[in-house]
């Protein structure tokens, strides 16, 4: 991401000069463990969560299920204890006052199957409110931080209008009270209808839940895209508040590690979660965050809601727990100082900590590429200073290094490199934070280091998963089955897989002098495709998607295909030429169906894909069957990625021509 970001996202201001907390208070560095639905043992999560460096927990009032007569209250008997043990280890909850009351409304009070409940319901969720307000007041080192509602499901009048009698009656009950508005999940057009209602002037703050995981692209699925968006909010809320950013507490946010187009590897999701907080830290309207969820809810690995966690369902740590763990302390309380001025795609912020030593938090923004980051002592004094992989523990830095080999052009340099006065270090996607009195150092210079030579444009090129040698007789060719269970991605609302009679698929590969050859062998219990040209994809089909890893071009970096056989007879659609073609595809497809399997022969010339055949050339290659069974696109399996989980070929395995 460019520059551009910080101008868009309205934070160069804070950017430049800093901000600091108001006295005394401390960014709020959260989870949610949901102990009103007995996920989670109350004491043992709690002191996991403090062991985990975090500030704050967050659980459910139910008000159905507090007053179960008419005005009489009387807390669920675990929320006493929660609350007391929280607030003994010095955690701080935000206590949700949560759905509707069939005593008031048969339909559920101000949920979204009546948009006009009974003004009985409003002031009776008011009521109860101010009770809860004014019984927990006093608590604790610090106001009670309250959200009214979670995800409200229905229209923006009536939400307005609950929030409003809850506002009055818990301010009357508990001045200092910490009134937050309902976690809107529902993206920015129907927060500002919210605001367009009055929500903000009845409200101290605002919640928001939103996650981008879902998000094709790397770029998308980015922290950075998601910081603008709040960032962006922030902007929206001023429209509504005089100018004002309304301060926001983002009470959900996330990475799941499920298997699925969306998911994310464990050291993906502590890469994100890291940079995220320390971005947060940049905009001081945020006041706390919310990471969902601490444990696991299950253990289906294809289930979204099940993979969540920071521990697993059995609170066995994960990944981004020692990673959240290790910067939570800059997190909490460091001051933001400032952005320096760096690479497009490198990230340096400097924080200034309570004991007045300096951070300086530094990653890249560009997947598979680290950069080295040299820095000059300058006026600092010179004390070692201490080194902080996110997720690691500090090592000791002393001031001088031998840089005996240069990374700009990886010659050797030996004893001439010798740096008496500087730092360096070496950064990736996991943010590496650098600790002391770092006040008159300088950044030297940022070296690009790629993790394998470039491709010609698209940047560093992953090393693939597979390699695959590739013969001249097809009938000789080994086979390579990808049915595996690990291989396939489920697609939401269409049922799982039920196992290799459902779908499986295999392929061999081989060539002659003008064409790669393919045979791929389809097993599918039910067929189904009525798509045409670039939707052929929706239906049983295959996608095949190949690079030219040695040519240069602006275009698209891989050729790709969508390949079917429909009730008209085989069709092949070209969706993408990494050498520009606009002329009719010359790629063939034979394809013939016997029983629940199908057999697709495929003819791809080199010239099309832009290779030119040579004994050890390696092509990137990817492989997708999809499957449809009449209601819609279930699911995949997938030989490499790079096609189905968002265009990609540096995703793609290689075969190399023998």
């Given amino acids: 991401m460019d520059r551009r970001f910080w101008r868009a996202a309205a934070v160069s201001a804070v950017l430049a000069a800093g901000t600091w907390l108001s006295a005394g208070e401390e960014f709020l560095l959260g989870s949610c463990a949901h102990f009103s639905k007995s996920r989670a043992d109350v004491n043992a999560t709690l002191d996991l969560m403090v062991e985990g460096g975090l500030s704050a927990t967050r659980d459910d009032i139910v008000w159905a299920s507090w007053e179960r007569e008419r005005g009489k209250y009387t807390p669920q008997g675990y929320y006493e204890s929660y609350l007391n043990r929280a607030l003994e280890l010095g955690l701080r909850p935000m206590q949700l006052i949560n759905y509707g009351h069939k005593l008031y409304d048969p339909s559920g009070a101000m949920l979204y199957e009546n948009p006009n409940p009974p003004q009985e319901a409003f002031d009776a969720f008011g009521r109860f409110a ?64 919210t605001f367009q209602q009055g929500v903000l002037q009845n409200c101290d703050g605002i919640a928001w839940h939103n996650y981008n995981h879902g998000e094709l692209g790397e770029k998308n699925r980015s922290s950075e895209t998601f910081f603008a968006r709040v960032c962006n909010v922030l902007e929206l809320s001023k429209k509504y508040n005089n100018g004002v950013p309304k301060p926001i507490y983002l009470t959900e946010i996330g990475r799941p590690n499920h298997l699925g187009i969306d998911g994310s590897t464990e050291a993906e999701a502590a890469d994100y979660l890291t940079q995220l907080l320390l971005l947060f830290r940049t905009e001081p309207a945020i006041k706390g965050a919310w990471i969902y969820n601490f444990s696991d809810s299950g253990y289906d690995p294809y289930n979204q809601e099940d993979n969540f966690g920071l521990c697993t369902a059995d609170e066995t740590p994960k990944e981004a727990f020692y990673a959240v763990r290790s910067i939570a302390d800059v997190v909490r309380h460091a001051k933001f100082v400032r952005r320096w001025k760096t690479p497009d795609d490198v990230r340096l912020l400097q924080f200034r900590m309570p004991d007045g030593r300096d951070v300086l938090a530094a990653w890249t923004a560009v997947p598979d590429v680290r950069h080295q980051l040299i820095f000059s002592r300058g006026s600092a004094p010179d004390v070692p200073a201490e080194l902080l992989v996110a997720g690691g523990v500090p090592t000791v830095r002393k001031w001088g290094w031998l840089e005996w080999v240069d990374a ?92 290799v009679a459902d779908l499986d698929a295999s392929f061999r590969i081989a060539y002659d002098k003008e064409n790669l050859l393919l045979e791929v062998s389809v097993t599918d219990d039910v067929p189904f495709n009525n798509f045409h040209g670039n939707m052929l994809w929706g239906g049983d089909s295959l996608q095949l998607a190949f690079s030219a890893l040695t040519r240069n071009e602006r275009g698209p970096a891989g050729t790709e295909y969508g390949l079917a056989l429909t009730p008209q007879g085989p069709e092949v659609f070209r969706e993408a030429s990494q050498i520009g073609l606009e002329t009719p595809t010359r790629v063939k497809l034979d394809a013939k169906r016997t029983g629940t399997k199908t057999v697709y022969r495929i003819t791809v010339p080199f010239a099309e894909i832009g290779v030119e055949p040579k004994p050890g050339i390696p092509i990137g290659m990817s492989l997708v069957v999809n499957d449809n069974d009449g209601k819609g696109r279930k699911g995949y399996l997938h030989w490499a990625d790079g096609i189905a989980n968002g265009k990609n070929p540096d995703q793609y395995n290689w075969v190399v021509l023998q």
């Fill in 130 to 193: 101010g009770w809860v307000a004014a019984r927990y007041r006093g608590r604790g080192n610090a106001p009670q931080i309250y959200q009214i509602w979670n995800e409200w499901p229905g229209q923006a009048a009536p939400y307005a209008k609950a929030l409003a009698a809850a506002y009055a009656q818990m301010k009357k009950a508990d001045p200092d009270c910490i009134v937050v508005a309902n976690s809107c999940h529902r993206r920015e057009p129907f927060l500002e209808e």
């Fill in 408 to 499: 700009d052009n990886n010659k050797q340099i030996g004893l001439g490199g010798r740096r008496k006065d500087e730092i360096s270090f070496t950064a990736g996607s996991r943010p590496v934070l650098l600790f002391g009195k770092l006040d008159g150092v300088s950044l030297r210079t940022v070296k690009r280091i790629e993790r394998l030579p470039k491709d010609g444009g698209s940047g560093g090129i992953k090393v693939p998963e597979e390699v695959i040698l590739v013969g001249k007789s097809l009938d000789q060719a080994q086979d390579h089955p990808f049915g595996s269970e690990l291989l396939y991605r489920r697609m939401g609302g269409f049922g799982p897989r039920n196992g």
